[in-house]
């Protein structure tokens, strides 16, 4: 995994998020030279959305504290979080019972 001490904060969340997570994505970003650009896309538009999410939170009520902790979870789950590709998901993620999880481990 590329240093990613130097990256600003929500850059630095996605690359860990995509390096653990979503290595597929993280392969073609590094392979193509576009990791560090597209990070810092995503720096530039989670940082706009955690402000106007204080915001919104704050108008609603919220402290500081409770303000920046929603914020921040907003941000995670919308810019951050990014859900596997078919491809990317465990088999064994996909069971709805113990009987299935069981099946599949099996096979």
């Known amino acids: 995994m590329i240093d990613t001490s130097k990256l600003p904060y929500w850059a630095s969340e996605y690359v860990k998020h995509i390096y ?3 290595p597929n ?3 073609e970003l590094v392979e193509s030279g576009e990791l560090e650009s597209t990070a810092l896309s ?3 538009s989670a940082s706009a959305a955690y402000d106007k999410q204080i915001a ?3 108008s ?3 402290n500081d504290t409770t303000a920046e902790m929603l914020a921040d979870s907003d ?5 951050i ?5 078919d491809d990317e998901v465990d088999p064994l993620d996909t069971a709805e019972t113990w009987e299935e999880f069981v099946k599949l ?3």
């Open 56 to 58: 919104f939170h704050k």
């Open 42 to 44: 995503i720096q530039q």
């Open 60 to 62: 609603d009520g919220a």
């Open 75 to 79: 941000v995670m789950r919308t810019y």
């Open 105 to 107: 481990r099996d096979s």
């Open 20 to 22: 653990q997570n979503r």
């Open 25 to 27: 994505v993280y392969d």
């Open 81 to 85: 979080c990014l859900p596997p590709e």
